[in-house]
């Protein structure tokens, strides 16, 4: 199947950076990507939607200023989290389809990236 | 909210199949079902998907209710490994509940 990577897979930074997480389609065109938070033995939380060229759809209560999210190529989303906190702490997941959400919607899969984990100190 | 329930632990016996429920009463006519199962500490990794009909791969079989209000993932014979969490989720809607977590058991 298609494969998605995260880069990197764990990181550690000072409270009050910034820190950006890469989510690369390997050997598909990702139209849409999604990124997810996912705190310890709780569930994925979706964070937002983004489309390839568009800007992202966040879901309620997500931040769009603090979760930045661009998704500049059919192969590229980056999710960028500001001035992070110790709350911010988490695992945060991407997936991508090659499917469109538009008006025409076109089946296809959703392959997940294997997550890349987020302390903040 | 996301649009599937399940219910949140199930053990299973080696060797037996596994049927994990999942109702999702407000899919819409185009939306597929989706199963997932993480293990921990990794992304999650994708079962099996099916519309209408039932599906069957490598890994397990899909039964999707006639008015397609839930669905049942069926492990024909589930192994050690196997332990996971397993979510269902509606395509389109994206959003994950809190899944089943399967034990199987010796």
């Known amino acids: 199947g298609a494969v998605v990577s995260q880069h990197p897979s764990r990181v550690i930074c000072k409270s009050g950076t910034s820190v950006k997480i890469e989510c690369r389609s390997l050997?598909?065109?990702?139209?849409?990507m999604f990124w997810y938070r996912q705190f310890p033995k709780k569930s994925l939380m979706l964070m937002a939607t983004?489309?390839?060229?568009?800007?992202?759809?966040?879901e309620q209560g997500v931040e769009k200023d603090k979760f930045l999210i661009n998704h500049a190529s059919l192969t590229l989303s980056t999710l960028t989290v500001t001035s992070a906190h110790p709350e911010d702490s988490s695992f945060y997941i991407c997936?991508?389809?090659?499917?469109?959400?538009?008006?025409?919607?076109?089946?296809?899969?959703?392959?997940f990236g294997p997550g890349t984990r987020l302390t903040v100190l | 909210d996301a649009k599937t329930t399940q219910p949140p632990s199930m053990d299973c016996a080696e060797g037996r199949a596994a049927n994990l429920p999942c109702n999702h009463s407000?899919?819409?006519?185009?939306?597929?079902v989706y199963w997932y199962r993480q293990i921990h500490s990794q992304g999650p990794q994708y079962i099996i998907h099916?519309?209408?009909n039932n599906e069957t791969n490598e890994m397990a079989s899909l039964i999707i209710t006639e008015d397609r209000k839930s669905s049942t993932l069926i492990l024909p014979h589930a192994t050690l490994r196997d332990t996971a969490v397993y979510y269902c989720?509606?395509?389109?809607?994206?959003?994950f509940g809190a899944g089943t977590r399967l034990t199987v058991k010796p």
């Open positions: 997936s991508a389809t090659s499917g469109g959400m538009g008006l025409v919607r076109s089946h296809n899969e959703q392959f």
């Open positions: 050997d598909f065109q990702a139209t849409t």
């Open positions: 983004s489309n390839e060229g568009s800007k992202a759809t966040y």
């Open positions: 407000t899919i819409s006519g185009n939306e597929y």
């Open positions: 099916g519309l209408k």
């Open positions: 989720i509606v395509y389109y809607d994206m959003r």
